[in-house]
């Protein structure tokens, strides 16, 4: 009341001396007010989180997920929604996901309720809040209307929600009041339609949950730094595939990249320095060797070898034509390329009869005498610098493991380097990956992924055991294919199409209480220590290796 009662003197002083010391006692007061407002509006949002994370039940793991014991979680928007079916549900929007619940009576004590989550617990970065229109039976989302999605492009989400949830005409027709669609825009079927109390209720979660969805994206703006590689104006259809930056002898940092028509050359940071070195097809990866002076390239199904030298050059010595390269493998389906002992090694797969037949590559240094060695100082870095390059000592022959491994035949010879085939064996089925171990290869396959010996040409082994009935969930219809396999200490992380696990150095189920489901369709899945990161052509999903 303070700042009424001044108001009201003010109103009956004399402007002078009083009277500014009125004007400032006022002001002071109000700002007084205003620090206390905030900090009982903080007080009470903090006592309703602990509130809510004392009354909340959710699923296992779920709680350590949403975090709201954090001090830096907060409560955006809380409200009451009606159900196809008439019952009530609480719907919390939080600074991290949105959680549905339901309030029911704890059967052990009186008066008091608690609420029971839903399975939909939806992550603020993958959420999407749809107006069904009856009359024309579409969903209209902030997403699309801000272009973070473009037309169509969560369809099979809408389509989910269509068939996992009653539809908006029936919901209006059962009830009155204005429905209102939370949909889960990754992979899992996530959505449910809901009655608000009024439209003005609905217009307000809409724009709240706009503004939240927005938050993600600005932090996402601000931190990336996107940079023209080239200006030419490539048709869609022929855009870049592939790419691998090296520093070329000079000390200049340039850029290789592959499409449709072939191998191109630009120099990093200059757009208009990017030419075509190589009609080669179409090349679908590339991975340059900056040690050895080569560049493997994996073109229609053709793996082929450039020499580094003769491409930073190409453009002043090449005609239209361009670089051939040298074919060393032809029906190639992918590459890998990875460290093996401490050298590198490039494994190759070729499907025939239902097999997948794999070829390991060994580079090696030419010496003058004829004799060649695998100069185990390999540094597995192609972005090092040519003065780091040129300051490096010729290669010497050095007594590894590696060294005695036999070398079945020389598929490549260069002036200064060779490529050896060292082993070759093949797995039943169709795979799609290697990971390099230490000593070991990793072959993943469609369910399980294969340890294999590359010394001896053999598998040892498949993780998990498919006679285990521990891992019977992996082996079913909905755990997706096989997709990525990462060694953390003494133990493994599986990674599938639809969740990711831990097992333990001989083969069983460690770690209950990991266990990751990702919230999109990973296309991809690479690791960071401590990260894992699923990559689809929308999302980047990020999780901590220990904690999932």
């Known amino acids: 009341r303070y700042p009424l009662l001044i108001d009201a003197v003010l109103r009956r002083t004399q402007p002078g001396k009083d009277s500014d010391h009125l004007h400032s006692a006022a002001k002071k007061i109000r700002c007084a007010l205003a620090e206390i407002d905030q900090q009982t509006g903080e007080n009470a949002a903090g006592l309703r989180m602990r509130q809510i994370n004392q009354r909340l039940r959710l699923a296992p793991g779920a709680r350590e997920s949403l975090a709201l014991d954090s001090p830096m979680r907060r409560l955006i928007k809380e409200g009451l929604f009606t159900a196809g079916d008439g019952s009530q549900v609480l719907v919390f929007l939080f600074d991290n996901a949105l959680v549905m619940a339901v309030e029911e009576k704890v059967p052990y004590a009186k008066n008091v309720t608690r609420y029971v989550a839903d399975t939909r617990i939806i992550p603020v970065a993958m959420l999407d809040v749809l107006v069904p229109a009856a009359e024309a039976g579409a969903l209209s989302g902030i997403r699309e209307a801000l272009g973070f999605l473009g037309p169509g492009q969560n369809g099979s989400a809408r389509g989910a929600l269509l068939r996992h949830s009653s539809s908006a005409a029936s919901v209006r027709q059962s009830r009155t009041g204005a429905p209102l669609s939370f949909v889960h825009i990754g992979c899992r079927p996530l959505g449910r339609t809901l009655l608000a109390a009024s439209d003005a209720e609905r217009d307000s979660w809409l724009t709240t949950v706009r503004r939240r969805i927005c938050v993600p994206q600005t932090l996402v703006e601000a931190y990336t730094e996107l940079r023209l590689l080239s200006d030419r104006d490539f048709p869609q259809a022929r ?10 002898t000079s000390g200049c940092r340039m850029i290789l990249f592959g499409n449709r028509d072939g191998l191109h050359l630009g120099i990093y940071g200059v757009p208009t320095s990017v030419v075509r070195v190589s009609s080669c097809g179409s090349v679908s990866k590339i991975h340059v060797l900056r040690r050895y002076n080569l560049a493997v390239v994996l073109s229609d199904q053709n793996l082929l070898v450039f020499q580094l030298t003769a491409i930073e050059n190409a453009t002043s010595k090449v005609g239209t034509a361009g670089l051939t390269g040298t074919r060393i493998a032809s029906s190639v389906a992918f590459f890998d390329v990875g460290v093996y002992l401490g050298t590198p090694l490039i494994v190759l797969m070729k499907p025939r ?5 794999f070829k390991c590559i060994q580079p090696q240094f030419v010496s003058t005498d004829g004799a060649g060695n695998t100069g185990s100082d390999f540094s597995y870095d192609s972005s090092e610098s040519a003065a780091d390059y040129k300051r490096q000592p010729a290669p010497t022959v050095s007594i590894t493991t590696a060294d005695s491994i036999r070398n079945l035949r020389t598929v490549y010879q260069g002036s200064q380097t060779a490529l050896n085939l060292i082993s070759e064996f093949s797995i039943p089925g169709k795979t799609k990956r290697v990971h390099f171990l230490r000593r070991k290869l990793c072959i993943v396959a469609s369910k399980t992924f294969e340890i294999v ?22 082996h079913t219809n909905d755990s997706g294919h096989a997709m990525a396999i990462c060694k953390v200490g003494r133990e493994f992380l599986l990674c599938y199409e639809s969740f990711a696990f831990y097992i333990d150095n001989f083969g069983r189920r460690s770690r209950p209480d990991v266990f990751i489901r990702w919230e999109m369709a990973p296309h991809l899945i690479t690791f960071r220590h401590p990260y894992v990161v699923a990559i689809n052509p929308r999302f980047f999903e990020i999780r901590h290796m220990e904690t999932g």
């Open 353 to 357: 009869n239902g097999k997948s037949h």
């Open 453 to 474: 010996d590359v010394a001896n040409s053999r598998v040892l082994r498949s993780l998990p055991d498919p006679l285990d009935d521990d891992f019977s969930f992996v």
């Open 239 to 248: 855009g870049p595939q592939c790419s691998a930056p090296f520093t070329a």
